[in-house]
């Protein structure tokens, strides 16, 4: 199973469009700040979305966390922002744990890593609109579950797929 892992969109689709259709997925998580982006997956994909608030996206009625069991893996999935994630993991990590979570993804700070915190893996695709990190790439990022429910995660950004591809 492949799952499309975005944050950040802010109201822009054509770059979210670009990753669906390079890695059509299985399942699409959008960490916030869609600013109504995530209403319009269901016309960009097939594939089962989970959705999450983000700081920007007022008047919604989604959740600002989601858990799921994935695989061998817990997630939760969030934005971030009500963590202080900008200052580091400590606060995200022990809403992880709380929830039986090892497996932590979240957006805000538009700044992709995948890091391993004490006994958690915690990552972020980064934003696939507007980009924090020096190299200012598009960034998102999949996870591959295999058949006995283990993950690969990756980071991609769509210009390495231009600089791949010749576009």
């Not at 950040?8 to 997925?25: M, V």
């Not at 999450?52 to 008047?59: A, I, K, L, R, Y």
């Not at 994935?70 to 999935?77: A, C, E, Q, S, W």
Request: net charge negative.
């Amino acid at each position: 199973m492949k799952i499309l892992v975005v944050s950040d969109t802010h109201g822009r689709s054509e770059n979210l469009r670009d990753a669906i259709h390079i890695e059509n997925p299985d399942r699409i998580y959008h960490l916030g700040d869609g600013q109504g982006v995530e209403d319009n997956l269901w016309m960009m994909s097939e594939a089962p979305t989970e959705c999450v608030c983000g700081n920007c996206d007022w008047g919604t009625n989604l959740p600002n966390e989601v858990v799921l069991e994935v695989g061998k893996h817990v997630i939760m999935l969030t934005h971030g922002h009500y963590y202080g994630v900008n200052y580091g993991y400590e606060r995200i990590a022990e809403a992880a744990r709380n929830k039986g979570c090892d497996v932590v993804l979240y957006g805000h700070t538009h700044v992709p890593t995948i890091d391993y915190y004490e006994d958690l893996i915690i990552a972020n695709p980064g934003s696939i609109a507007f980009p924090r990190q020096n190299s200012r790439e598009h960034t998102y990022m999949t996870i591959m579950v295999d058949n006995d429910g283990e993950f690969t995660m990756n980071l991609h950004s769509l210009e390495e797929y231009d600089r791949t591809h010749g576009n």
